[in-house]
């Protein structure tokens, strides 16, 4: 076997065993590079005849060509391997079932409470809020209830000293609110309460309500009813009645409370455990603004006039979602909470 034979059978062996581009780069400086044996072997031809020369110096073109599309063909087949691996591990398979991610919802008090807020908002009212931990000068003195007033009874609560006191309604904020702001007022405040009450079907230690405020000049119990109109077809849908029940507040004067024909049962009260039988169902309570109110809180009650109104929130859920028990609304049990959320819980 000729040299040229030998090189040539070599280099395609060593070629077809090539698994990267560095080995075949590695064969091209080998066979062909400036040092390589086909360059040697070009070189050794200065010892030859000049009548050989020609025909060699062909043969050894002719190989090197041989040689160099044997590289690039290798290099591409390589490349194109390499290619083909590698879309296949990245292939996704669109068959394989997602993971699913179970996405939140509002809990039905903020959804509740939410819709009140916007109803209120659209009809002009801010938002304030107050401490959850107040003074017993807001939570009661500024309220017309004075120390051992009897209507303090049905607002028993934790003291952390004498004058101190976790606030048993959102009614502060209407005596924080005058004392920074003079008329016109037209505030609500949403907000956590508490009360030294049992927790039952119907009552929670930690309650949530949302108080109303309006103080301007000639407003009358009309602007309260037409108010309070305005949320319970918002809140309970269009043709729910609204009935005032006088009542008593000491910080207002006339005072109401105020029901809702029922949801339940449209009002005519028939088999109805929920207004048991009445057709209607308290869930705020309101009144004008007591002139001695204002005038605690600085304002001229002989020029300005105002109402005033507290929502149980959690009632006002009950009812719109027809809800028996209260304490559904804070064991978050999701198979409840489920419910108020199209599903996506
Ligand atoms: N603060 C009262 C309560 O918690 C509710 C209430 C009644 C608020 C009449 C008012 C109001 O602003 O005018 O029982």
Known sequence: MDALTSIREQSLEALESAASEAEIEQ??????????????????????????????????????????????????????????????????DISVPGTAQPLGAAHPLMSTMGKMVKTFVRMGFSVEEGPEIELDRFNFELLNMPKNHPARDAQDTLYFSENILLRTHTSPVQARTMLKQKPPIRIICPGRVYRADELDLTHSPAFIQCEGLVIDEGITMADLKGTLAVFASEVFGEGVRLRFRPSFFPFTEPSAEVDVSCPACGGSGENCRVCKGTGWVEVLGAGMVNPRVLEMCGIDSAKYTGFAFGIGVERTAMLKYNVPDMRLFYENDRRFLAQFSKGRL
């Open 27 to 92: 064969l091209r400086v080998r066979i062909l590079g400036r040092k390589g044996e086909l360059t040697a072997i070009l070189r050794g031809m200065g010892q030859m005849s000049a009548e050989e020369r020609p025909a060699f110096g062909q043969k050894v073109n002719a190989l090197r060509e041989e040689i160099e599309s044997a590289l690039q063909e290798k290099s591409a087949a390589l490349e194109s391997a390499q290619k083909g691996a590698r879309i296949k591990a990245e292939t996704l």
